[in-house]
């Protein structure tokens, strides 16, 4: 399967509704210098379409997916791939990919299964501001 996007970029896929999600993408979108990433909501026709494509389990995997030239990264390893990016001090959170991920899932499905009661979860999806609309994508 192949998406559209610029080849130079990066798709970020989150759970729209979901309040750490939205604020991560805020604090990526803050920090993502060289414009390298793009965004979409899980619930988005695209992140529809790459969930069925790379055949995801939702009850498994639902906060956040990576795509990125063709490969699709999910969980801790998608995170950590994209704070990898982002300049120090975040980018040091990377050391932990030596972490076998089946470790570092146990402390990333722990946040994921309690994020709504944690922060909170919208009604709708994030709606991008008019400045910021160019980074969202959908088909």
């Known amino acids: 399967m192949h998406i559209e996007i610029p ?5 970020i896929l ?3 509704v979901c309040n750490l999600c939205n604020n991560t993408v805020q ?5 993502d210098h060289k414009n390298k990433y793009l965004f979409a909501s899980l619930q988005s026709k695209v992140g529809k379409q790459i969930i069925e494509a790379f055949n995801i389990d939702t009850t498994k995997t639902d906060s956040i997916l990576l795509y990125s030239n063709g490969q699709l990264y999910s969980k801790s390893t998608a995170a950590l791939k994209v704070a990898a990016t982002l300049g120090f001090p975040t980018n040091v959170l ?3 990919l030596i972490i076998p991920a ?3 899932n146990v ?5 994921a299964k309690n994020r709504y009661k944690w922060y909170g979860k ?12 160019s980074k969202f994508i959908d088909l």
Request: aromatic share 14%.
């Open 14 to 16: 989150f759970d729209g």
């Open 122 to 133: 919208k009604k709708d999806c994030m709606i991008p501001s008019p400045e910021l609309k």
């Open 7 to 11: 080849k130079h970029k990066k798709l």
């Open 94 to 96: 990377a050391i932990s």
């Open 27 to 31: 604090y990526v979108i803050q920090r």
């Open 102 to 104: 089946f470790i570092r």
């Open 107 to 111: 402390v990333y499905d722990y946040i």
